[in-house]
């Protein structure tokens, strides 16, 4: 079984652990909420390691990804990245990912679990083309910096901060610092030799960034209305219904695997059942696959929900048919020993300023 290079630091930390595809990882260091509010107050510092990370190179490599992911590669320049999804020619998820293209290489950070997959499906598709793609999850940490003190905390333990549009990244002394804003805040992705690990988690924390776990990565991820695979997104699902039209979709780039069902639902300009958040009444908080029912009928299932501790209240992610999707149609959730009232609201719960 692989194993986070910080484990032994998590240990030490006291940090409640639990498996996530195949990786011990840690849920928490003994207070979720407080790391939730750190990321919404100072910064916090993620393990991520235990996402995958495929590596492409080789003269086709650019032109090859253009043609098998939903979103541009080719115009990518050094220093440039994406948020794309590989697709089945059903044009449902095999697996979403952030594609970042360096000098002499693209690198791709992809859900838990699903880099030997991916690589072996996209490796179907390369016949004549100059392609290598090399599986680095074991080789590379991942750490996640979060929060509106992320830059300075970033800066002050000696990485360079990716100041560039989202997705821009910056590589030195082999760390790519990529900027993301996976929790509503300010944040990068910091890739870098497992060997390099344990120095940069240490020099964050000592730089005030709150460790944090996996339970504030789903509450904030939740807040900020940002889909994660596995529990939101999967291959029963393509998308449009996940909501990624603006962020993952480029419809003017051409053919690519799934295009030709993904177009036709953009031009006849609707989804049969979509990913909509529900604002929950009362202190219940219902479990995934719980029902929404909607004017006496079954209308969704929930994915995902949580006591917002930004908010202050019950919040959820639901697929929900499409006469249920407007914000503001009160629905209710039930669940076997348990239901309670909710509306539908528009996605992010959470903008930063905002509330």
């Known amino acids: 079984m692989p194993a986070t290079p910080l484990l032994a630091r998590h240990q030490k ?81 095999v697996s979403d990912l952030h594609l970042y293209r360096g000098e002499g290489e693209l690198l791709a950070l992809v859900p838990a679990g699903l880099s030997a997959p991916l690589a072996e499906a996209l490796d179907h598709f390369i016949i004549m083309d100059q392609v290598e793609v090399a599986d680095r999850t074991e080789a590379l940490c991942a750490l996640g910096v979060f929060g509106p003190k992320a830059p300075a905390a970033v800066r002050q333990a000696g990485l360079p901060w990716p100041g560039l549009p989202e997705h821009g990244h910056v590589t030195r002394d082999e760390v790519l610092s990529a900027r993301e804003l996976w929790t509503g805040e300010e944040g990068c992705l910091l890739l870098a030799p497992a060997s390099r690990a344990e120095g940069l988690w240490d020099a964050l924390a000592a730089a005030g960034a709150r460790p944090a776990g996996l339970r504030a990565l789903e509450t904030l991820t939740l807040e900020a209305g940002v889909p994660l695979f ?126």
């Open 13 to 93: 930390a006291g940090a409640r652990l639990a498996e996530e595809a195949g990786w011990r990882m840690p849920l928490d260091f003994g207070d979720a909420e407080a790391e939730h509010r750190a990321c919404r107050e100072g910064a916090i510092v993620m393990d991520l390691s235990n996402r995958g990370k495929l590596a492409f190179s080789g003269p086709d490599a650019p032109a090859f990804l253009h043609g098998m992911l939903t979103n541009r590669v080719q115009d990518l320049t050094p220093g440039e990245g994406v948020y794309a999804a590989f697709l089945t020619r059903q044009g449902k998820f």
């Open 230 to 355: 596995g529990p939101d997104m999967g291959p029963e699902v393509n998308p449009m219904q996940a909501g990624l039209e603006a962020r993952a979709i480029d419809f003017q780039k051409g053919c690519y695997v799934g295009q030709e069902v993904i177009a036709k639902i953009k031009y006849l300009g609707q989804v049969n059942r979509g990913l909509a958040g529900i604002r929950l009444e009362g202190s219940e908080t219902p479990p995934a696959g719980a029902g929404v029912w909607h004017g006496g009928e079954e209308a969704g299932e929930v994915t995902r929900a949580a006591l917002s501790p930004t908010l202050m209240g019950g919040i959820a992610f639901a697929y929900l048919r499409r006469k249920a999707l407007e914000p503001g149609t009160a629905v209710r959730v039930r669940w076997e020993g348990g239901e309670c009232p909710g509306r539908v609201a528009e996605l992010p719960f959470y903008r930063p300023g905002g509330g």
